[in-house]
């Protein structure tokens, strides 16, 4: 079993930057596709990115690729989501997700909801 803690969410201006933290536990941490996803008030769940087992592969939502970079440390078994010029808009609950056996193409696919395991969230708000 895997357990997922996230971190590092807060309020910040526009324009600024958060780094967020998924700590998981267990040793096959490894073996799992890792994913953020974000849910805003009143709104559905919505892929940000995810990240192979590797690290060699990642997939982002469009609106998302140009400012967000997902990134893995299987060694300190911790997933990041590093998030660039924020936007009011990206105000939302942000949970880390796993999957084994799976791709970051897979993970990205609308409507997908076949993840192992959850995080809690964590709560980001920016400010305009």
């Known amino acids: 079993q895997v357990q997922l803690v996230e971190s590092g969410g807060g309020l910040v201006q526009a324009g600024g930057s958060l780094r967020l933290s998924c700590a998981g536990s267990?040793?096959?941490?490894?073996?799992?596709?890792m994913g953020w996803f974000r849910q805003a008030p009143g709104k559905e769940l919505e892929f940000v990115a995810a990240?192979?087992?590797?690290?060699?592969?990642?997939t982002y939502a469009d609106s998302m690729k140009d400012r967000f970079t997902i990134s893995r440390d299987n060694a300190k078994t911790t997933a990041y989501l590093q998030m660039n010029s924020l936007k009011p808009e990206d105000t939302a609950v942000y949970y880390c997700?796993?999957?084994?056996?799976?791709?970051?193409?897979?993970?990205?696919?609308?409507?997908?909801?076949?993840?192992?395991?959850w995080g809690k969230g964590t709560l980001v708000t920016v400010s305009s």
């Open positions: 990240i192979s087992w590797s690290g060699g592969s990642t």
């Open positions: 997700a796993a999957k084994k056996y799976s791709t970051p193409q897979a993970m990205g696919v609308p409507g997908y909801n076949d993840i192992d395991y």
């Open positions: 267990g040793r096959t941490f490894s073996t799992y596709t």
